[in-house]
């Protein structure tokens, strides 16, 4: 599900236009981005917590040629469900479920995409709407 069929499903059952509707996602979903960023965790009830953990640097192998090389210490964002939602989805047979749709990863001049995952991690860093 993507965020445009969220708008949409909200949108037909509280009454209000796309638009008013997107704009109440979209600013939900930059409040919760600024309170994560500015307390580092943010609990919302019966969904879940998000939560930014350290991961330490480390002493990694490229599986291509052999090198060692030195991962750096990043930020990550860590997702616990709430108690709720892990019942709920305890009861699912995954069996029962769509196939998620997969869409190809865009290829890169060199081919390898590691410069247009590059170029996605920075884009990620910023948030437009934050300012």
């Known amino acids: 599900m993507t965020?445009?069929?969220i708008v949409r499903m909200i949108s037909e059952e509280m009454g209000l236009t796309q638009l008013q509707t997107k704009d109440i996602?979209?600013?939900t979903l930059d409040e919760i981005t600024r309170t994560l960023v500015a307390e580092g965790r943010i609990e919302l009830r019966n969904f879940g917590v998000?939560?930014?953990?350290?991961?330490?640097p480390r002493k990694a192998?490229?599986?291509r040629t052999?090198?060692?090389?030195?991962?750096?210490?990043k930020n990550v964002v860590?997702?616990?469900?709430?108690?709720?939602?892990?019942?709920?989805?305890?009861k699912i047979d995954l069996k029962t479920l769509p196939e998620p749709a997969v869409e190809p990863e865009p290829e890169s001049e060199s081919g390898s995409g590691a410069e247009a995952r590059d170029g996605e991690d920075e884009a990620a860093?910023?948030?437009p709407r934050l300012a």
């Open 50 to 56: 998000f939560e930014i953990k350290r991961h330490a």
């Open 78 to 90: 860590t997702f616990k469900p709430g108690k709720e939602m892990e019942e709920q989805v305890r």
């Open 61 to 63: 192998r490229n599986p």
């Open 25 to 27: 996602v979209q600013r």
């Open 125 to 127: 860093k910023s948030f």
């Open 66 to 73: 052999g090198e060692k090389v030195d991962i750096p210490a």
């Open 3 to 5: 965020k445009k069929e």
